[in-house]
C-alpha cells in the first residue's frame, strides 16, 4: 500500500433481525417475563437499532411466542439460528400464541364487580376481610414501575368504594363508572342493583 493510500474503514457486521439461540449465560432478563433466562434456554433475539447501539433484545422462545408471534414466524421463515440448535415445531408455539390470545380475551378490565371466590381476600381499601361470596368490585389503581406507569386490579368492599375512587392513585374514572360496571360484569339485574346500592353515591 502506498503513501498515498487508506486503509479500508472496517465494515460492521449486519446483524439479522432476530436470532434463535441457546442462551449462552444466565445473565440475560427476559423482556417479555423480566425474569431471568438461564444458561442453555432457547432465547428468541430482537435486534434493535437505537442512539446507543444495536443489540438484541432477549425473550424466552416460549414468552416470544405468546407476545411476539410474528417475530417468532419471521424467526422460523430465515431459519434464524445455528446448526444444532434445537427449535419446537411452529405449530406447538402456535398453540401457545393462541392459547395466550384467548386468555387474554377473557381477561376482565376494572370496574366491575363479582362474588368473592374464597375468604382470604382483604378490602385493598379498608384492608378488612371479604368474606367468600360476598360481593366485591375491582378497580384499577396505578402503579409505578421505573418511568412507566401501569394500571393494577384491586379488590375493594362495595361500601369502600366511594372513597377508594377519590384516592390519587385510582385509575377508575367517575365518569362512565355506572355504565362500564354494567357492561363488564356478568351480573342479573337484580344482582347489578344491589351492587349499586351497596356502592351509594360517588363524590366527583
Not at 48 to 68: D, E, M, Q, R
Not at 109 to 125: F, M, N
Not at 137 to 152: A, D, H, K, P
Request: overall charge negative; glycine content about 6%.
Amino acid at each position: 500500500m502506498s503513501e498515498n493510500e487508506t486503509a479500508p474503514e472496517p465494515v460492521e457486521e449486519e446483524l439479522p433481525q432476530h436470532r434463535i439461540e441457546n442462551a449462552k449465560s444466565g445473565r440475560a432478563k427476559c423482556r417479555t417475563c423480566r425474569r431471568k433466562i438461564d444458561k442453555d434456554v432457547l432465547r428468541l433475539g430482537v435486534l434493535l437499532v437505537g442512539p446507543f447501539g444495536t443489540g438484541y433484545l432477549w425473550h424466552h422462545l416460549n414468552c416470544a411466542a405468546k407476545s411476539l408471534f410474528n417475530d417468532v414466524e419471521e424467526a422460523y421463515s430465515a431459519v434464524a439460528w445455528d446448526d444444532g440448535v434445537e427449535v419446537p415445531e411452529l405449530a406447538k408455539l402456535k398453540e401457545l400464541s393462541e392459547k395466550a390470545e384467548a386468555t387474554k380475551k377473557e381477561k376482565k378490565v376494572p370496574p366491575y364487580a363479582e362474588r368473592a371466590p374464597t375468604g382470604r381476600a382483604k378490602c385493598k381499601h379498608c384492608e378488612g376481610a371479604m368474606e367468600k361470596d360476598s360481593w366485591r368490585v375491582v378497580l384499577g389503581r396505578s402503579v409505578e414501575f421505573g418511568q412507566q406507569t401501569r394500571t393494577s386490579p384491586i379488590n375493594v368492599h362495595p361500601a369502600c368504594v366511594a372513597a377508594e375512587m377519590l384516592a390519587e392513585d385510582c385509575a377508575t374514572e367517575h365518569e362512565g363508572f355506572v355504565d362500564a360496571l354494567t357492561t363488564q360484569s356478568a351480573l342479573a339485574d337484580e344482582e347489578l342493583a344491589e351492587v349499586l346500592a351497596a356502592i351509594g353515591e360517588l363524590e366527583a
